[in-house]
């Protein structure tokens, strides 16, 4: 027995209302994921706490909530942009409760008046992706940088602010796509590079292209539109150790 119960509190009952009246208020809680709508960008969420229930004999046992339908889901956006993730099945979430009835909202947008009088109810839940228990925490969160990463961590992109630096990671390949890709400083290639399009450049000074090493070329190699692979030739040079002139 708790103390207003043993000294009869005369503010017992009116505790006991107000307790009963704060167990049907929602707030937030932790879900699992069960299915997503990337069309409507909603899914379908189980609460992950469940409720004490007494039963007609007085016995208490542990019930689960309802499963959450059609829970609007909150991706980081703003300014014409979002960054999405791909929402699967038993993702982890934070289910948060709104204080009025979203219905006229979430079907027409803008500011709408209440479809229904209902106040924290369980049927106005959005869904907040990214919390975790214990058990799923992430491994090797980066403390000095910010990270778009894979949960395994093997595939990331690293923004460092104390380096400056962007770093790529991706074990799978890179690919971009787009009409013109511009470096403003050097480039560095530690592998192979290879080209399909071609490849034309210019230098303000100096020399436009520096190779150290071999220089294998199949097909024609063409300098100031003349050409000057196997098939070059120089007229009126006769056999000896000279050097020839320059082809006019």
Do not use: Y
């Amino acid at each position: 027995m708790n103390r207003q119960e043993r000294v009869g509190d005369p503010n017992e009952m009116l505790l006991l209302a107000m307790r009963g009246a704060l167990s049907e208020v929602w707030t937030a809680l932790p879900g699992v994921i069960q299915s997503f709508d990337a069309v409507a960008m909603t899914c379908t969420v189980q609460p992950a706490i469940q409720v004490r229930a007494r039963g007609p004999d007085g016995t208490e046992s542990s019930l689960s909530l309802p499963l959450l339908v059609d829970c609007p889901v909150q991706f980081p956006a703003g300014g014409n942009c979002t960054l999405t993730f791909p929402v699967t099945p038993g993702d982890e979430c934070l289910i948060v409760f709104g204080s009025r009835c979203i219905d006229g909202w979430w079907q027409s947008s803008g500011v709408q008046a209440q479809a229904e009088p209902r106040m924290h109810d369980l049927s106005d839940g959005f869904v907040l992706l990214g919390t975790r228990s214990r058990p799923r925490a992430l491994s090797g969160v980066s403390t000095a940088s910010a990270q778009l990463r894979s949960d395994d961590g093997a595939t990331f992109i690293d923004l460092n602010p104390v380096t400056k630096k962007v770093s790529i990671v991706a074990p799978g390949g890179l690919d971009v796509v787009t009409p013109l890709a511009t470096f403003s400083k050097a480039v560095t290639i530690g592998g192979l590079l290879t080209f399909i399009g071609g490849m034309v450049g210019s230098a303000t000074s100096g020399a436009a292209a520096v190779f150290n090493g071999v220089l294998n070329v199949i097909g024609q190699i063409t300098a100031n539109g003349k050409r000057v692979d196997d098939t070059h030739t120089h007229n009126n040079v006769q056999p000896g150790s000279g050097n020839s002139g320059t082809v006019n």
